[in-house]
């Protein structure tokens, strides 16, 4: 049986694709369900006066992160994330869809914690207290239980901007990064000299200008009494 060129060169093409998708490495952050969601921070986000669907991803992963290929979908080959689900869509047209990579500021270092080695979900009030969440390494949401947890979020959201307007909530700082003090090289320390511990030999320590001088002076000569009484 004979082959054809072009059945080798479509099958060879396939092959090259395969083992493309095989190689990718998926980062947290590119999926295209989130091409359109804005990164923002809390603060902000609270002047929407809407819930908000807070996404965490670890972008910097030296691994595939499948928990964010779960959550936004991957380009190539195609595969709809959680975030495509028709139940999902149609829940997150009434929040505000938000973006943050873990290493990003402007929100609680505890949720961006949350996506660490993975991707995080939460779900907030308009006043960004926490209504659900999903962290990495947890469980992962289902279509229909998420939809009625958003539903909730939203019938209760004009109660809680209405109570934000009388009682505004304390506007959000990020705390500082600790301060690293820089090394300072280790002093060299003067080696003491070395005392000679060899026996019979003690006082060969004392410094030779100790000893005592010559005197300069020539000896007296005898006085002429002295001769007269030998």
């Known amino acids: 049986m004979r082959i054809s060129a072009a059945c ?3 099958g060879l093409l396939a092959f090259c694709f395969d083992a493309h998708a095989a190689a990718v490495v998926i980062r947290g952050g590119t999926g295209p369900a989130i091409e359109t969601w804005k990164t923002t921070d809390l603060n902000t986000a609270r002047g929407g006066e809407k819930p908000m669907l807070l996404y965490v991803y670890d972008r910097d992963m030296k691994k595939s992160n499948d928990l964010a290929s779960f959550y936004e979908g991957v380009a190539y080959p195609v595969k ?7 139940k999902v869509s149609a829940a997150l047209s009434g929040v505000q869809t938000i973006k943050i990579p873990t290493v990003g500021t402007g929100w609680p270092a505890n949720l961006l914690a949350g996506g660490a080695n993975g ?5 907030l009030a308009a006043d960004g207290s926490v209504i659900a969440q999903w962290v990495s ?3 992962k949401p289902s279509p229909a239980a998420f939809a009625q947890l958003v539903a909730g979020a939203v019938a209760a959201n004009q109660q809680v901007v209405d109570k934000m307007k009388a009682n505004p909530p304390a506007k959000f700082v990020d705390a500082p990064k600790p301060v690293v003090a820089e090394a300072k090289p280790a002093e060299k320390q003067e080696e003491a000299p070395k005392k000679n511990t060899m026996p019979g030999l003690a006082n060969a320590e004392k410094p030779a200008g100790d ?11 005898p ?5 007269a009484n030998e």
């Not at 006085?223 to 001769?227: F, G, L, M, N, V």
């Open 137 to 139: 390494g947890g469980d």
């Open 80 to 86: 709809k994330g959680f975030f495509a689900d028709p």
């Open 8 to 10: 080798l060169a479509v």
């Open 211 to 221: 000893a005592p001088k010559p005197s300069d002076k020539p000896a007296a000569a």
């Open 119 to 123: 991707a995080a979900l939460y779900l």
């Open 223 to 227: 006085s002429k009494k002295d001769d």
